[in-house]
T-cell receptor
Framework: TQLLEQSPQFLSIQEGENLTVYCNSSSVFSSLQWYRQEPGEGPVLLVTVVTGGEVKKLKRLTFQFGDARKDSSLHITAAQPGDTGLYLCAGRFGNEKLTFGTGTRLTIIP | NAGVTQTPKFQVLKTGQSMTLQCAQDMNHEYMSWYRQDPGMGLRLIHYSVGAGITDQGEVPNGYNVSRSTTEDFPLRLLSAAPSQTSVYFC?????????????FGSGTRLTVV
């Protein structure tokens, strides 16, 4: 079983601050996705990255795939209370099904 | 589009009872799967299906059965509920397992076994 490690496990910051969360593996991903999950709901897909070094932006969220395709980061600029949630990374190794990390639980304090 | 619909939303069972969690999708997705989510454990794959009539085991299949008679439906059966099966269960579907396709999740079933 391939493992994905996410850090930090918990993060609580003030509204307006910037933050970065990380997703790491010892193996090479064939692709990586980020999901956000709100309380009482299922995860919702934010982005898919496939190419090493790829950067994608979704409004105030910036996703980066490591050059070696073993890690990824999610940066949020000027965090807002609506960004609160559980952020999950999910990676594919070869042609396998998605493997999910344990998540970063983010709380934005108004 | 309804997406992925799970029922019931909440359920309490007594140890030893059986039940079926329902999952239906209206997106003509070939791939469907069941996960359980427990604190600190992330999403763990129970069973999955790559098409009607085809199912396979995931990471934690013991105590659960599935079948896929149609493209739309993928029910999860608990044969004899145990307290260790207390969890939140999510059904997810995808057009395919190709690199660029993500999963669409249902809103979950919170199951408590007493």
């Amino acid at each position: 079983t391939q493992l994905l490690e996410q850090s930090p496990q918990f993060l609580s910051i003030q509204e307006g601050e910037n933050l970065t969360v990380y997703c790491n593996s010892s193996s090479v991903f064939s692709s990586l996705q980020w999901y956000r999950q709100e309380p009482g709901e299922g995860p919702v897909l934010l982005v898919t990255v496939v190419t090493g070094g790829e950067v994608k932006k979704l409004k105030r969220l910036t996703f980066q795939f490591g050059d070696a395709r073993k890690d990824s980061s999610l940066h949020i600029t000027a965090a807002q209370p609506g960004d609160t949630g559980l952020y999950l990374c999910a990676g594919r190794f070869g042609n396998e099904k998605l493997t999910f990390g344990t998540g970063t639980r983010l709380t934005i304090i108004p | 589009n309804a997406g992925v619909t799970q029922t019931p939303k909440f359920q309490v069972l007594k140890t030893g009872q059986s039940m079926t969690l329902q999952c239906a999708q209206d997106m003509n997705h070939e791939y469907m799967s069941w996960y359980r989510q427990d604190p600190g454990m992330g999403l763990r794959l129970i069973h999955y299906s790559v098409g009607a009539g085809i199912t396979d085991q995931g990471e934690v299949p013991n105590g659960y059965n599935v079948s896929r008679s149609t493209t739309e439906d993928f029910p999860l059966r608990l044969l004899s509920a145990a307290p260790s099966q207390t969890s939140v269960y999510f059904c997810a579907s995808s057009y395919s397992l190709s690199l660029r396709y993500g999963y669409t999740f249902g809103s979950g079933t919170r199951l408590t076994v007493v």
